[in-house]
Nanobody, 125 residues
Framework: QVQLVESGGGLVQAGGSLRLSCAASGRTFSSYAMGWFRQAPGKEREFVGRISWSGRSTYYADSVKGRFTISRDNAKNTVYLQMNSLKPEDTAVYYC??????????????????WGQGTQVTVSS
């Protein structure tokens, strides 16, 4: 069992930056690939990016590539989402998720085993 808690959301102006954190419970955090998803009002939850167990491999949605960076610190049981050059269309609730398998693309919600409660990010124009 893994419990995930996101933090770091807030209100930021367009062009600004935020760093989200996702703290995980349990001693097996390094055994999980971690993903970030987001859900804007009235829209379905969408994939943002993913990082492998080791942190050596990352994958991003085209909409955030070059602006967002995922990293992890397995010693701290924490994964991060650094968001730069934010746009109003990045406004959403952001979720982190844990996947037992490291051997898939992980762009679908159904591929993840555990989810956090989400943190709100609002980007004003």
């Amino acid at each position: 069992q893994v419990q995930l808690v996101e933090s770091g959301g807030g209100l930021v102006q367009a062009g600004g930056s935020l760093r989200l954190s996702c703290a995980a419970s349990g001693r097996t955090f390094s055994s999980y690939a971690m993903g970030w998803f987001r859900q804007a009002p009235g829209k379905e939850r969408e994939f943002v990016g993913r990082i492998s167990w080791s942190g050596r491999s990352t994958y991003y949605a085209d909409s955030v590539k070059g602006r967002f960076t995922i990293s992890r610190d397995n010693a701290k049981n924490t994964v991060y989402l650094q968001m730069n050059s934010l746009k109003p269309e990045d406004t959403a609730v952001y979720y982190c998720a844990a996947d037992r398998s490291d051997y898939r693309l992980g762009v679908s919600e159904g591929e993840y085993d555990y989810w956090g409660q989400g943190t709100q990010v609002t980007v004003s124009s």
